[in-house]
């Protein structure tokens, strides 16, 4: 039986994931966690604040870049890899957790998650400066790479920094979005869309 606090967010996340807020009712949620209503509101006194725990942690907690990638890597090339790695290892987290045999829609883990997102965008107080936050420390990364790579000469000296960072960062965020409708993100794609953006700034 689940008796713990991480145990009850990390399942409430696999109802929200897949279900809309307002129908994720406590009896649903205890459910899930093979409790009784008392024991998910013995943690949570109500179903918004279980929420805030779960976005908290699968969302703005997951995508820190410092828990991520770790220090970025001392080359632009080398970033790549290390940014792809990490992406792999947070999209195995929300896979392992949402791909449980329960798929009423038909839709891979990755679309679920991207539906889980409108769904904080709505139902989490406060949240708007803190996605423009997430967003913009994934930004700031890939601008403090680029422009330790131009600074090193690895590539060109003229490469207009933000315009770079901005290719990197939205190729990523885009392609997220376009692959949760069909198949989940491709990882493979994704760091080939990346060396080719490389391989146009190198010097």
Known sequence: MITNRDEVIDKAFS?????????????TLAQACGLKKTGITYYFPRKQDLFVAVVDKFVLQLHQPAAKFGEPAATLEAFIGQYVKGVEQSMNRIVTLVDNGNNPYDCSP???????????????PGIRPLIAEMYGQDFQLWQRVIRQAVDRGEIKADTDVDNAAGLFHHLFVGLSFEHSFLQGLDLEVLERKFRYIYSLLKA
């Open 15 to 27: 109802v929200f994931v897949k279900m809309n807020y307002e129908k994720a009712s406590i009896s």
């Open 110 to 124: 990755n679309f679920y998650y991207i539906h889980f997102l409108s769904q904080v965008r709505m139902y989490y």
